[in-house]
């Protein structure tokens, strides 16, 4: 009972009762700190968030300074594989036209390779020819 009278009561006494009760908690009063306290933690971060801000724009910086040097060099790159293709296609056509130039001697070792052949041809035939003649005039020469 004398807690509940204390509760009913002035300030005081509910205080008084708080304190005795260890389950209770107790708030106690923020105190501001000193003016010239604030002042200096107001510019200890701000220096702070310079100092981080600096940094995160140093580092943004130095990477667009790194893409840009890949950008160049990506750049030089690609003129180099032109050159090189430019040169390429230049031998090709080059090459075409000498192989155009071949053309008509290309069709006349053609030709000339058909006429062997068909002369090689000939020449079996004409061999099988002259052996069976050969065997004929054995045959009328036994008798």
């Known amino acids: 009972m004398a807690t509940a009278a204390a509760a009913e009561g002035p ?9 005795q009760d260890p389950a209770v908690e107790t ?11 604030i002042n200096e933690l107001c510019k200890d971060m701000f220096n702070k968030m310079a100092t981080y801000l600096t940094g995160e724009l ?20 690609y003129l180099e594989m032109k050159a090189i293709a430019v040169n ?9 036209q000498k192989y155009a130039g071949l053309q008509p001697y290309l069709e006349q070792i ?22 069976k003649l050969e065997a004929k005039y ?4 036994k008798r």
């Not at 000339?112 to 099988?128: C, F, M, S, T, W």
């Not at 054995?138 to 020469?141: D, R, Y």
């Open 11 to 19: 300030p005081e006494a509910r205080v008084q009762v708080a304190k």
């Open 27 to 37: 708030a106690e009063e923020a105190k501001e700190p000193a003016e010239a306290d």
């Open 58 to 77: 140093t580092a943004t910086s130095e990477d667009y300074k790194l893409l840009e040097n890949m950008n160049k060099l990506t750049s030089l790159k």
């Open 88 to 96: 390429i296609s230049r031998n090709l056509k080059d090459l075409n």
């Open 110 to 131: 053609n030709l000339i390779e058909e006429q062997v052949a068909a002369l090689e041809q000939a020449a079996y035939k004409l061999d099988a020819y002259s052996k």
């Open 138 to 141: 054995k045959k009328l020469e």
